[in-house]
C-alpha cells in the first residue's frame, strides 16, 4: 500500500511542470521535510501511519504547493524572452526586406538555427529552445507540403515514402517536449501553425503550383510580418509571465491573429481544402493548450 508521504509526492510531481531536474529535487527537499515531522511526532507516541498523514496534511494541498512552485521557477529573463522571440522576429524581418526570396540570406538563417536548435536540445532543453526547435522542424513540414504538389501521381508515392520517416522524427520530437510541458509543445508548433496557414490561403496542389504563389506571398507581406511579430509578443509574454493561466492566455492570441490575417489577406477566397488545413492547423496547434486548461481547472 502506497504511504501517504509517497501518495502526497506523486500528485505534487504530477501537477509541477518544470523542468525534471529542479522538480526531482523539491520533491526531494520535501520528502525529507515530511520524514522529518514524522520522525518528530512518531517520539510524541503516533503510529508511522498517523504521523505522516498528519505531516502531509500539515503542508496544505499538493496543487496548491506545486502552483506556488512552479510561479517561482516559470518566469524566465528578459534575455531569455527575446532570445526566444528572436526566430519569430528574423522570418519577420525576412519578409519585410524581401530577403525571403534571397536563397543565401534564407540558407544562412536555417543553417543559424538548426544549430542554435541542436546546442539547446543537448544542453538540457532550456525554455528559449523551443521556437528555435520549430524553425528546425520547418524544413520536415514544407518538404511534405510540396511533395503533395507534385505532378498527381508522383506526389503520393513520394510522400508514402518521406511522410511516415518525418512523421517519427516529428512525434518523437514533439513527445520529448511535452514530457516537458505540454504548452511548450505549443511554443513549439507555432510557426508550423503560421506555414500551414498561409499555404492555405494559396491553394493546394495543381492550384499551388499553377499560381505565381512567390508574388502572392510577397503582396501579403505585410499580413505575413504581423504574424510573426504576433508571435514574438506572445513568445516574450510567455517567457515573461508567471501564472500559467495567463501563459495560457498569452498561447491563445496567435492563432486568433493569425486566422484574422490569413482572412483579411485573402478576403475569405480561400478553397474548401485551404480551410480544412488552416482549421486543421489551428486546432493541433490549441490541443495542448486545451489540455492545459482543463487539467489547470
Not at 77 to 90: C, D, I, Q
Not at 92 to 113: C, D, E, G, K, R
Not at 256 to 279: D, E, P, Y
Request: charged content about 15%; overall charge neutral; proline content about 4%.
Amino acid at each position: 500500500m502506497m504511504s501517504s508521504i509517497s501518495h502526497y509526492l506523486n500528485r505534487f510531481k504530477d501537477c509541477l511542470q518544470i523542468d525534471q531536474t529542479i522538480r526531482d529535487g523539491v520533491a526531494e527537499e520535501l520528502y525529507t521535510h515530511f520524514e522529518d515531522k514524522t520522525q518528530e511526532l512518531e517520539e510524541n507516541g503516533l503510529s508511522r501511519e498517523e504521523a505522516s498523514k498528519i505531516a502531509v496534511q500539515s503542508l496544505g494541498s499538493p496543487e496548491l504547493i506545486a502552483q506556488q512552485i512552479y510561479e517561482t521557477h516559470a518566469q524566465g529573463s528578459w534575455k531569455e524572452a527575446l532570445f526566444s522571440a528572436l526566430p519569430h522576429l528574423l522570418v519577420a524581418l525576412l519578409f519585410t526586406s524581401y530577403y525571403w526570396q534571397n536563397i543565401v540570406y534564407v540558407s544562412i538563417i536555417l543553417a543559424l538555427t538548426v544549430g542554435i536548435a541542436i546546442y539547446g536540445w543537448h544542453r538540457g532543453k532550456p525554455i528559449w529552445l523551443f521556437p528555435w526547435l520549430g524553425y528546425y522542424l520547418m524544413p520536415v513540414v514544407v518538404t511534405g507540403i510540396l511533395l503533395l504538389s507534385l505532378p498527381q501521381g508522383w506526389g503520393w508515392i513520394a510522400a508514402l515514402i518521406y511522410i511516415p520517416l518525418a512523421l517519427f522524427a516529428f512525434i518523437h520530437i514533439v513527445r520529448q517536449t511535452a514530457r516537458r510541458d505540454w504548452l511548450y509543445a505549443s511554443l513549439m508548433l507555432a510557426p508550423m501553425l503560421v506555414t500551414f496557414s498561409w499555404f492555405s490561403s494559396l491553394g493546394t496542389g495543381n492550384e499551388l503550383l499553377a499560381s505565381d504563389w512567390i508574388a502572392r506571398l510577397q503582396t501579403n507581406a505585410l499580413w505575413i510580418v504581423i504574424s510573426f511579430i504576433a508571435l514574438a509578443g506572445a513568445t516574450i509574454a510567455f517567457i515573461r509571465l508567471k501564472p500559467r493561466r495567463h501563459k495560457i492566455i498569452s498561447l491563445l492570441i496567435p492563432p486568433l491573429v493569425i486566422l484574422l490575417s490569413v482572412t483579411m489577406a485573402s478576403r475569405g477566397n480561400i478553397n474548401s481544402w485551404g480551410w480544412l488545413i488552416l482549421l486543421f492547423s489551428l486546432f493541433a496547434f490549441a490541443i495542448p493548450v486545451w489540455m492545459q486548461a482543463k487539467a489547470y481547472q
